[in-house]
Every structure is written in C-alpha cells, then in structure tokens.
C-alpha cells in the first residue's frame, strides 16, 4: 500500500520545548540543539521518520516566534481579502523588507504553507499571553491544521488548565499535555492519534509508522532479554582457580569475582538504559529502580542478597561484602546452590559432572571458585525489575511497581538452561579462554525465551 508522506511543522515560541519534542519523536536524543536560551534553532531543519527506505513522516524544527504583536500588525497592514489567510502570507513572504525585518517568523511562515499539519508547542508555566494568542492567530492564516502541545506540565508552575481554557475560546480543541522531561513514549502514540482525527487523508501513513513503532518495541525487548540471558549465563559459568597450597591467592580471586560480576552486571544496565534510549542525562528522570544509572548495592554481598530476601548457601566469607562465592573442590556447588540437590539437573549428570571437575582439580592441587545461585537468583530478579520498569515508562505506566514474576527468581528452581551454564566454564566470556564452548548460543535463546516468560506473566505488564 503506497502511503503519502505527512509534513509536519513544529512551532511556537522560542524556548517551549520544540527542539525536545522533535528529539523525543525521532527518537534520536542528539538532534539539533537544545539549550535554555532563545534563539537556538535559527533555521528550519527536517528529520525524517520511515523505515525501509521509505519516508513516512517527514518533522520540520522551527526557529522560535519571537516577534508576533509586530508581525500581525504587518499581515493586516498589507491589502488584500482580509479572510484570505494563505494569501495574506504569500503576499508577506513576496516583500523581500518584511521578511528581512521578521526574518525567523518568515522562515515559519514560510513553512507553515509547505506542510500538512503543524504542532503548536507551549511552555505551559507561562501565563496566557496576548502575544501568544497573536502567534495562534498568525499560524492560524497558515490554513493548515494544528495541534496544541501543552509541554512542561509536569513542573509545579504548570498553568495547564488556563492554557486549556484559553484554547478552547480560540477554537484550538486538539491539545496534548506532554512532559519532555518525562519523555514517555506512550504520548508518542496519543500524539499520532490525534492527528490522525486531525488529517484523514494521512491515517494510512500514522498507521504504518505505529506498526512500525510496535515492532520495534518488540525487537526491543528481544534484544533486552538476550542481554540479560548473556550476563546470566556469564556469570553462572565464571570460575577463578587457585593452587590448593596458595591460599594467599584466594582472597585477591574472590574480590576479582566480585568485581567482574558488578562490572558485568552494570555492563546489562547499561545495554537496557541504551536500548530504552536512556542517556546519562536522564538519570534524575525516575520510575528507574536505579541510582544514578546503577543498582548501589555490590551482587555478592551478603547484605545486598539479604535485602532481597535471598538465600545463601556456604560462602566463602572474605573481605568485608563479598559472600555468596563457592568453591568446587569443596562441593560448594551443590551445597550453596540448593537446587542441585533438589535433582533440578536431570538424571544428576550435573552434579556428577561438578563434583567430577572438583574431584580432578583437587588432584591435579588446583580449587575452582564460582558464584552461588544466589547470585544469579539476584541479577536475574534485578535485570527484569528494571526491564519491567523500562517497559511500563515506555507504554506512559509509570505506577510502582508490584511484586511480579521476577520475584518467583528469587526461590524456584533455576531453569535448566541456566543451570546448564553452571557447568560450562568456556561460556563464560569472563573465564577469558581461547575458545567458546559451543551450545552457549541456544541455551542463552533457551534461557530468553524463560526469561520473556517470566516477564509476560507479570500481572502488570502490560
Ligand atoms: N522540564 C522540562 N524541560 C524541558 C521540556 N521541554 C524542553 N525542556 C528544556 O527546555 C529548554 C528549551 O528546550 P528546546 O527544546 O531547546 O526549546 P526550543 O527553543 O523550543 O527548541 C531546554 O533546556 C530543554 O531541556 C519539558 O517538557 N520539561
Ligand atoms: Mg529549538
């Protein structure tokens, strides 16, 4: 189905918000400038929204309106049909002095004849100004239809409902309250979907970019949860060996596993904040169960898995903080990690397997150290809280959280495709061997598919 391409202008005055709000649209957080002083975007510039080659909408930023009480003298001040709006615009934009001396309103205007739509942007904690009434009236010559979109309404000087009122006595009735700073895809879609009442001839196109968004969002998801599938099986596979005589190793080795797995862990944030097209910037931007972009609290101390309310085995205990660390050699494997015992890995090959690799590095004077299930219980669990998080911004829920499904990570049994991992030291990237062990690609499949489980089951997924 052939589809043609929506122009959309984005006006208003300086400093609302416009830049932002193309930003947000275009999901790409380094377009243009964006800064808290007038004047930044000077030029019109044009970012297009498509896929496959095609072009489906195409956003116009445009220089703030600055000048309006002025410029509307000048509109009426030229001759010609005084309900001609259009008209009355050409005329303007033909008289090279006028458009010398309003030379960003020109470029607006200019604009507003070339598109299909355009989205009036306010500060909302402004008062309602009879210049920006002028500004409505100017766009309103442009002939072309307009969406309000009430911006910063989140902030406690938030005007928003006088803002409504005054719309409304202008015959604006096609407002959307939006927040940049809370930058909430769901607005995305409310936002089409208004304009899609507002321009029948373009539902097809609206249509087919929220396809697209929709499918984006699942390949989003995808990507998160073998994200998380990757750090699990990492760790669930990372060893460290010392000579049994060197004891003085030991302690050195724990705090390595501590530190690889914190490194790793924020290693998965990082990819889940970057596929949610979360910056650095956004990081006071809440409803993130994170601090400053991170879990605070280290995944192997034991007072971080107690917080959570999870079990520990034997540990090691070495230096202050680090816990949950077991060793082969000493059947740590199935003492710390529980469900081993419980016959979790079929037919016990598993632990044969464990207690076979500690019984040969014994002999051969060497112990394995590895973290216990625990570990895995808590970055599984915190992995998908902060997924299930990302997912609730990203469809405008950001209501606290309830106990969900990545609480059942905490006590059942471990799926076998995690399990399995435990006993395959060369799917580790961590363990930096030569070589990958093969059959780590479908057991991290293996293990997304249980982890997408666990979040599709969550009650307040949405
Ligand atoms: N808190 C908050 N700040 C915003 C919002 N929209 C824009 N800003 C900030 O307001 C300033 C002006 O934004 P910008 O997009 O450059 O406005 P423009 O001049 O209309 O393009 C920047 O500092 C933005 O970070 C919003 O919805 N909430
Ligand atoms: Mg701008």
Known sequence: MSTSTLRLAIVGHTNTGKTSLVRTLCHNRKFGEVADRAGTTRQVSAVRLGFDADTLIELFD???????????????????????????????????????????????LELMRAVDAALYVIDVREPVLEKYLDELAILGLGA??????????????????AWRDALARVSLHTVLSFDAAIREPAT?????????????????????WLAHREQEEKERRQAALAAIADLLIDIAALRRTHRSDDIGLREPLLQEIQDRTHHREQACVETLLALYRFGRDDYSDNGLPLVQGRWPDPPLDPATLADHGIRTGSHLGAGAGIGAVFDIASGGLSLGTGTLVGGAVGAGTGLLRSAGEGLLERARGLRRLGVEDAVLRLLAWRQLHLLGALIRRGHGNPEPLQATAEERWKRDRLPSSL??????????????????????ERARARLAADLAEALEQAPSSP
Do not use: C, M
């Open 62 to 108: 445009s220089p703030g309106l600055e000048n309006a009480p002025h410029l509307i003298e000048a509109l009426e001040a030229l001759p010609g049909e005084r309900h001609d709006g259009p008209d009355r615009i050409d005329r303007f934009l033909d008289e090279p002095a006028l458009v010398e001396r309003f030379d960003q309103e020109a470029r607006v």
């Open 144 to 161: 072309r239809p307009l969406l309000a979109v009430l911006n910063f309404t989140a902030s406690p000087l938030s005007r928003e409902q």
């Open 419 to 440: 399990l399995r991992a435990r006993l395959r030291p060369g799917w580790s990237a961590l363990n930096e061997l030569p070589e990958r062990e093969p059959g780590r």
């Open 188 to 208: 995305e879609k409310r936002l089409f979907d208004k304009l899609a009442t507002l321009l029948d001839g373009f539902q097809p196109t609206i249509a087919r």
